[in-house]
């Protein structure tokens, strides 16, 4: 029963009832990560005011430089969740190794795991453009009570039991589902609670808009530059109206709203495009399939890859099920 309004804390609880046997952890792990959505939120906020804009001097395993905010966001998810003991493990964008959680009695008898992008979209975070964090959530493979090894990373997206994103915009909402559909909340910052605003939310089967780095059109495979070339053109319904804003969850949250296709595909630069499959890709194609859209790497469904390393890249094809299938059709005729 989802009541417009209803803040999350009572949407959490009123939707434990759908878990068989639930023990409440999953519940209490979205609160914490309620949690710490709103200590980032705040940081972000005042982020033209502190010294939390501009790098840090380090690299991440991608090669990136870290930005202060990245560094921030991974400390405070990482060190809200750990706090509470409700995990076996966490692995982070901003990490190069999983990291393996004991328990308060030194066993690790938690459930769940927890993969994330803290900071999405850093390179708008200094020119004041919306960012976000995703988050996906699975429960471990491995038995309780040992130390967490990779296989309990490396699952197919199919296998998470919750998947979800926060955007930092002109408000801050969480947006995530648990495999019974997807909802958002608006955080009210005069109280600091997230209210129910966007009840079971749905990707329109069509939209106009479509988003692509277009600054790689030379790069990219001819199925992909014919399906641009398809959406400028003067046709029914066409042109397209063209919106990147370079922060994934932002072009994909837009996109779920108002309907429209997301893409990232290889390029000559970029074999396996950039996007990462267990933090940015499984996450969102989830919360895309929930809503009634679609998500491919062009040929295979994202939720049925078979993750190989932590921080593998795939080529990612998001959005409105009828555009989606339309991309894949250049790709599959290319
Ligand atoms: O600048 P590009 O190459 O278009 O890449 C933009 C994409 O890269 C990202 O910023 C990658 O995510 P991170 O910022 O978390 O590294 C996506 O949010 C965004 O869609
Ligand atoms: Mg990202
Ligand atoms: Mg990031």
Redesign the pocket.
């Known amino acids: 029963m989802s009541r417009k309004n209803q803040t999350l804390g009572e949407f959490i609880i009123e939707n434990q009832a759908e878990f068989q046997y639930s023990s409440g952890e999953l519940s209490r792990l979205i609160n914490s990560i309620r949690l710490a959505a709103k200590v980032v939120n705040h940081e972000v906020n005042k982020a033209g005011l502190v010294d939390i804009v501009g790098a840090v001097g380090e690299t991440n395993i991608?090669g990136?430089d870290q930005q202060k905010l990245?560094v921030m966001a991974n400390d405070t998810f990482i060190r809200t969740l750990t706090n509470r003991n409700i995990l076996c493990g966490i692995a982070s964008?901003e990490n190069d190794d999983f990291i393996s959680l004991e328990g308060q009695n030194g066993d690790n008898n938690n459930k769940y795991i927890l993969l994330m992008?803290p900071?999405?979209?850093?390179?708008?975070i200094d020119v004041n453009v919306s960012?976000?964090t995703?988050f996906s959530i699975y429960r471990r493979v491995t038995p309780p009570g040992t130390p967490v090894t990779i296989e309990d990373f490396l699952q197919p997206g199919r296998e998470q039991v919750a998947a979800g994103y926060i955007v930092y915009g002109t408000s801050t909402m969480i947006v995530y589902t648990t495999g019974h559909g997807v909802n958002g909340f608006t955080l009210n910052p005069a109280i600091g609670t997230f209210y129910l605003s966007h009840p079971n939310m749905q990707f329109p089967e069509m939209g106009n808009i479509y988003s692509v780095?277009e600054?790689?059109y030379v790069h990219f495979p001819d199925g992909v530059k014919k399906y641009i070339k398809y959406c400028q053109e003067e046709a029914e319904g066409r042109p397209y109206t063209s919106r990147?804003?370079?922060?994934?969850?932002?072009?994909i949250h837009r996109n779920m709203i108002k309907g429209g296709i997301?893409m990232?595909p290889k390029s000559s630069k970029a074999t396996n495009g950039?996007?990462?499959l267990l933090y940015?890709c499984n996450p969102m194609a989830f919360i895309a399939e929930q809503a009634g859209g679609k998500a491919s790497d062009g040929y295979t469904r994202i939720l049925d890859l078979k993750p190989t390393e932590l921080h593998e890249r795939v080529p990612f094809f998001c959005g409105s099920r009828l555009m989606v299938e339309k991309a894949e059709s250049f790709m599959n005729n290319d």
């Open positions: 991608q990136e990245d964008e992008d900071l999405d979209g850093s390179s708008n960012v976000g995703i780095n600054g790689n990147y804003i370079g922060s994934l969850v932002s072009d997301y990232y950039k996007l990462r940015e």
